[in-house]
């Protein structure tokens, strides 16, 4: 009963890598358009672009790290 638990718990913590996977197709998907939108800010653009990928794949990373906790820790 415990193991079924702990498999349910790190399923649970691994769908946040999924919305993780669609924010960062999100970040990347309006750095286009605002390039093409007004490409003498592309390099400002990318760099910000940059640091909100970072951030978006920092909580998928806290993510994994939770669900590979339930797994074999608890």
Known sequence: MLE???LIGARAATIALAGAAVGIGNVFSSLI???ARNPSLAKQLFGYSILVFALTEAIAL???MMAFLILFIF
Do not use: V
């Open 62 to 64: 806290f993510a994994l």
């Open 33 to 35: 358009h605002s390039m």
């Open 4 to 6: 079924g638990a702990k």
